[in-house]
Structure formats: C-alpha cells, structure tokens
C-alpha cells in the first residue's frame, strides 16, 4: 500500500503532485499495491521507488495531513495506521493442527515407527507357518506394540526436556526449546505416557512385555537424567551402547520370548533368525548412537557432553559409522550364503548388497557443515533399518 505522510490536494493538479511540488509528475497506473512511502518535507526533494525525484520548494507551507486518494486502478492511498493494525487471530483448528504438530515432534514420529516395525517383526520371527497367524496372535502382538509405544513416547519427552536447553543450541526448532509446548505439558506427557505403558503391559498378562517395557523406562531414564552416575548420553561409550541395549536387546530378546513361549505356547528355542536379528540390530543402534550426534556438536561442546564426535570430530566419526555399517553388511551377506532355501540366499544376498551400496553412496554426499545433511543421513539410516526388520525373514 502506497503510503503518503503528507500531502495538500489541489483540484486540477496531477492527483501525485502537491501545490509545494515546483513541477508535475505524472501519475502512475498501480496494477497492485506498495509498500513504499511518499514523503514531503522540506527537504529539497524526494524519491518515489522508481527513483524519480520531485523538487520541492522550500518557502511553501508545510504540507497537510494525508486523505484518502482515489486513483485509476480503483484503489486507495490509506492512512499508515492500517498496516499496524493486528493480524488475524488464528482459527480453533489452527490452533489444534499447530499443537498437534508440536506433540509429533516431541514423541519423534520415527521413533514410534521403529517401534512398530521392530516389535511386530520380532513376533513374527518365530512363526513357522500361517496357520499360528491366529486372531489371538495379532491381538496379543498389538498389545505389545501398543505398550512400548507408549512408554518409548515418554523416553522422547523425557530426553527433550532434561536438554531444553541444550536444544536451544543444537535444536531451537523443537518444541519444549522453542516454548511453544510448556515444560509442564512436556511432563505431562512423559508421566502419562508412562503410566499408560505399563497399565497396558501388566493387562497384556505377559510377563515378557511387562520387563520390556520396565527395562525399557529405567534404561531410557539412565540415558537421558542428569544425576550422579547416569546421563548415560553424555559419556563417550555408553551413549552408543544404551542404544545398543535398547535397540539390540530389549527390542529383540523380551518380544521374541513373548511371541514364542506366550503368544505360540512353545519352549523357548534359539534360533538363527533371532541371532541374527539381535546382531545386526546391535550393529544399527551403535552406529544409530554416534550419528545422531553429528549435528550437536557445537551444544554438546558447550555444555560439556563428551560424545565421540566432540572427542575425534565429525570428520574421523562419520568414516567409523560407515565402515561398521558396511562390516555388518558384509556379515548378513555371509549369513545368507548359508541359508539352506535358494529364495532365502538370493533375498539376503542381493538384499543386503543393495542396501550397502545406497548406504556409502548416500555417505559421500553428506556435508558436515550442514545440518540438514547431516541429519538427512542420520534419518536414512532410520530408513534402512526398518528394511533390514524385512529381510531379517529370509534368513531361514
């Protein structure tokens, strides 16, 4: 919107020219509104964007207070009080959206993603046949499922807020750092969901998925909680193998004993593709545990948290991550050459080849001066793993 301080309206003058304007000045057509401003003073001149200039006579009376200006394209030069004028409240459904959306990010979607794809492909990793795939199976796989999304939720929410403040450094966009979720509803949602987890393991009736998700909760408690001998994160080594032991163990070993002796009614039997799951699940969640701390370094630096990255520095952690993850590949490769089914050693093989390769081309591209890159291939990896719960099948 065009924006006029002052200006004295003369009849038969140009509706752009004031009587203190020694010449005239053609008015323009406005085909949308500006939000330049025209000013008179008593100056010698002044200057429209267009940078054409209008002199101005000093001895003329000051000019007049701006009035509503007609022009040819049917708008009108408005006082500069209504571009102060305050925006729109949002909607009531804008408002739910925008909270919701904050809950999301607090709970880390992909991290319930995980869960849902780990937990159900390890129940089923003892299943020999499609006749076990009973309505009372799925029942009791989603009751698993159900009670450690809800307390893996309060993990989430628990992590974010013992780092609010680290978070203002590393991740401001979050929303306990960011303010837009309070500290108190931060709590709420960590102690309700806690709750909620274990009410529904303990009516789940398995004692498996009871000490799961309790294991769990205490785990998750030691990585994150700043007391004497925990904040387990902040410690070089035991930040990747918390992971390890939530990811490698808990995720794998409970839900599969679970699934076999209450789910099935069978005797607990070690089998290959649980081995096999539990090591390479190990593998993900070390190298899960130094990735995803390649973007903080510079808060984690500041407040202290001797991470590898802060000790050896992004460039020599990043090559250490993709060689594990290549070392591991290597190996499922050799577990499906031995695989007795030809379906099974073609899938695996080739399988696990692919997801190598897409890994180290994925690695080249990372840049360790962007955050977005970073995390990008730190949530690839994420992607990986939830193919990896696929193929962990053919091993048979």
């Given at each position: 919107?065009?924006?006029?301080?002052?200006?004295?309206?003369?009849?038969k003058?140009?509706?752009?020219?004031?009587?203190?304007?020694?010449?005239?000045?053609?008015?323009?057509?406005?085909t949308?509104r500006h939000?330049?401003?025209?000013?008179?003073?008593?100056?010698?001149?002044?200057?429209?964007?267009?940078?054409?200039?209008?002199t101005?006579?000093?001895?003329?009376?000051?000019?007049?207070?701006?009035?509503?200006?007609?022009?040819?394209?049917?708008?009108?030069?408005?006082?500069?009080?209504?571009?102060?004028?305050?925006?729109?409240?949002?909607?009531?459904?804008?408002?739910?959206?925008?909270?919701?959306?904050?809950?999301?990010?607090?709970?880390?979607?992909?991290?319930?993603?995980?869960?849902?794809?780990?937990?159900?492909?390890?129940?089923?990793?003892?299943?020999?046949?499609?006749?076990?795939?009973?309505?009372?199976?799925?029942?009791?796989?989603?009751k698993a499922?159900?009670?450690?999304?809800?307390?893996?939720?309060?993990?989430?929410?628990?992590?974010?807020?013992?780092?609010?403040?680290?978070d203002?450094?590393?991740?401001?966009?979050?929303?306990?750092?960011?303010?837009?979720?309070?500290?108190?509803?931060?709590?709420?949602?960590?102690?309700?969901?806690?709750?909620l987890?274990?009410?529904?393991?303990?009516?789940?009736?398995?004692?498996?998925?009871?000490?799961?998700?309790?294991?769990?909760?205490?785990?998750?408690?030691?990585?994150?909680?700043?007391?004497?001998?925990?904040?387990?994160?902040?410690?070089?080594?035991?930040?990747?193998?918390t992971?390890?032991?939530?990811?490698?163990?808990?995720?794998?070993?409970?839900?599969?004993?679970?699934?076999q002796?209450?789910?099935?009614?069978?005797?607990?039997?070690?089998?290959?593709?649980?081995?096999?799951?539990?090591?390479?699940?190990?593998?993900?969640?070390?190298?899960?545990?130094?990735?995803?701390?390649?973007?903080?370094?510079e808060g984690?630096?500041?407040?202290?948290?001797?991470?590898?990255?802060?000790?050896?520095?992004?460039?020599?952690?990043?090559?250490?991550?993709?060689?594990?993850?290549?070392?591991?590949?290597?190996?499922?490769?050799?577990?499906?050459?031995?695989?007795?089914?030809?379906?099974?050693?073609?899938?695996?093989?080739?399988?696990?080849?692919?997801?190598?390769?897409?890994?180290?081309?994925?690695?080249?591209?990372?840049?360790?001066?962007?955050?977005?890159?970073?995390?990008?291939?730190?949530?690839?990896?994420?992607?990986?793993?939830?193919?990896?719960?696929?193929?962990?099948?053919?091993?048979?």
């Amino acid at each position: 919107m065009l924006q006029m301080q002052c200006l004295n309206l003369a009849p038969k003058f140009n509706p752009l020219q004031s009587p203190g304007c020694s010449r005239k000045f053609a008015s323009p057509i406005l085909t949308q509104r500006h939000k330049s401003s025209i000013k008179c003073s008593s100056q010698s001149s002044f200057s429209f964007p267009n940078q054409n200039k209008i002199t101005h006579s000093n001895n003329k009376p000051p000019c007049k207070p701006l009035v509503p200006l007609a022009l040819q394209d049917g708008h009108a030069l408005q006082q500069s009080e209504d571009d102060n004028k305050p925006a729109a409240a949002p909607s009531f459904l804008e408002v739910v959206k925008r909270k919701l959306n904050a809950i999301s990010h607090v709970t880390r979607y992909y991290a319930q993603i995980n869960i849902i794809v780990s937990v159900t492909s390890v129940c089923f990793l003892p299943v020999q046949s499609l006749s076990q795939v009973t309505p009372a199976f799925l029942m009791g796989v989603l009751k698993a499922v159900v009670a450690q999304i809800f307390m893996n939720i309060s993990l989430c929410s628990l992590n974010q807020i013992c780092d609010v403040e680290i978070d203002k450094i590393n991740k401001p966009y979050l929303p306990l750092a960011s303010g837009e979720l309070s500290m108190g509803t931060g709590i709420a949602i960590c102690a309700g969901s806690a709750l909620l987890s274990l009410a529904l393991a303990f009516m789940s009736g398995s004692p498996a998925v009871l000490c799961a998700v309790i294991a769990w909760g205490l785990t998750g408690a030691a990585y994150s909680v700043p007391l004497p001998f925990l904040r387990w994160k902040s410690h070089t080594f035991m930040a990747p193998f918390t992971l390890v032991i939530l990811m490698g163990l808990i995720l794998q070993i409970p839900y599969f004993i679970h699934s076999q002796t209450y789910l099935l009614g069978k005797p607990f039997e070690v089998t290959g593709p649980f081995v096999f799951a539990t090591a390479i699940m190990s593998i993900y969640a070390f190298v899960n545990g130094l990735l995803k701390d390649l973007p903080d370094v510079e808060g984690d630096k500041a407040f202290g948290m001797q991470t590898l990255c802060v000790l050896l520095g992004k460039e020599k952690v990043l090559p250490l991550c993709v060689n594990m993850m290549l070392l591991g590949y290597g190996g499922a490769v050799v577990a499906g050459a031995t695989s007795t089914l030809m379906i099974s050693k073609l899938v695996t093989i080739i399988g696990h080849i692919i997801l190598a390769l897409m890994m180290w081309l994925r690695s080249r591209k990372v840049d360790l001066d962007n955050f977005d890159s970073q995390f990008g291939f730190y949530m690839f990896l994420w992607q990986l793993n939830y193919v990896e719960y696929i193929l962990i099948h053919f091993l048979r």
